[in-house]
């Protein structure tokens, strides 16, 4: 076992004490610009933690299965650590920038960084408009979303690997930074009517915007620092795309039909916002069509309004038709793992295999 190789909770507790510290690294810098940059960044502290780790897990599970029973040196340990929490700063970062296009403000079952900035915007500042607090919670958002996203890339940078390792991880970072940014772009011009919604566009912005960064990242990135094979990099991108796409869908699922208690996202903000989801792609070709169209995408849409909607998107086959897509992803990534030319080692397929398994069933 790997000088990285631990159990899930002894992972995430080595993925938080570097969050902690990279954290705590920047509110001990904001101290100097004043009272409200300095609740800014505590506030971000806060709100950034609390995640279920699927990403820097991710990397990290792949870096010590890439190794098997060799240890990596200690140095080498030590970076997949910290690009770990950076994957984790950089996945918080876009979701700030998501939250403000998206009008959302809550995360993780409670306030994000808008709502946490909005209901109170200054430990001085009492009675100001709401319209002004929310503006001053989104400014917040963008603002150390930007911060967030520089810190990702010099955290790549810094990293102490080889020089021609760390080029190599910086030529993804880019990479996937423009990939996500495409995949937003697209997203929101599904929701403003500015680009047609089909399903194969969908589907294309969905793998931009989630498994580029949230799987193909950190599994490449594990493959560059345990220096395996191209060959086995870009087998590997190919399934972290499959295993991405399959859980982005399966998220879509959650957010229109799970529980929202469990799943910890407002029940109602993807049909409040018009988001142009594979689900609303299939029912669009439906007969039902009409009676859904009437009320999704409206700021005001009611808990009754969005009850009836999910009815209509189970009785046209909506459902059913994303849940097989999300089987036949997981299916096709099972397929490269065990195809007998697949250039992976057995650990790393145990653990992608595994990690397949828990997509398939989750619920939030």
């Given at each position: ?10 992972l ?19 101290e ?12 971000t ?18 870096f ?24 984790e ?19 993780r ?32 958002a ?19 690997v ?29 929701s ?25 990242l ?36 959650l ?9 910890g ?27 859904i ?27 059913a ?29 145990d ?14």
């Amino acid at each position: 076992m790997s000088a990285v190789a631990a159990t899930a909770d002894a992972l995430s507790s080595l993925v938080e004490d570097a969050l902690r510290r990279r954290l705590s690294a920047g509110i001990a810098s904001a101290e100097a610009y004043g009272p409200d940059f300095l609740r800014l960044w505590q506030l971000t502290a806060e709100t950034a933690l609390g995640g279920k780790l699927v990403r820097p897990r991710l990397l990290l599970d792949a870096f010590d299965a890439f190794h098997g029973e060799a240890a990596p040196t200690p140095s080498t340990a030590h970076a997949a650590i910290e690009l770990a929490a950076t994957v984790e700063l950089l996945h918080y970062g876009f979701l700030l920038h998501d939250d403000v296009l998206d009008g959302d403000i809550v995360r993780r079952g409670r306030p994000n960084l808008i709502g946490a900035l909005a209901e109170r915007p200054s430990s001085s500042t009492i009675g100001i408009p709401e319209a002004d607090a929310r503006h001053w919670g989104r400014t917040g958002a963008v603002l150390m979303g930007d911060l967030l996203l520089t810190s990702s890339v010099m955290g790549f940078a810094r990293a102490d690997v080889p020089s021609d390792m760390r080029l190599r991880l910086l030529d993804l970072l880019e990479s996937v930074i423009l990939e996500t940014v495409v995949g937003e772009h697209t997203d929101v011009g599904f929701s403003d009517g500015v680009i047609t919604p089909e399903l194969p566009r969908i589907l294309a912005m969905t793998t931009r915007k989630t498994a580029a960064y949230s799987f193909e990242l950190p599994l490449r990135a594990a493959a560059i620092l345990a220096d395996a094979s191209p060959e086995s990099e870009a087998a590997i991108a190919a399934i972290g795309r499959h295993l991405g796409l399959a859980y982005q869908l399966q998220d879509d699922l959650l957010s229109a039909f799970g529980d929202a208690d469990t799943h910890g996202k407002d029940p109602h903000s993807d049909l409040r916002e018009g988001k142009e989801t594979a689900i609303i792609a299939y029912a669009r070709m439906t007969s039902v069509w009409p009676s859904i169209e009437l009320r999704f995408g409206t700021a005001d849409l009611s808990a009754a309004d969005a009850a009836g909607i999910r009815d209509r998107l189970r009785e046209c086959g909506a459902e059913a038709f994303v849940e097989n897509l999300v089987a036949e992803e997981l299916a096709d990534a099972r397929q490269l793992l065990t195809a007998p030319d697949a250039a992976l080692p057995r650990a790393l397929r145990d653990v992608l295999l595994a990690l397949a398994a828990r997509i398939d069933g989750r619920r939030s």
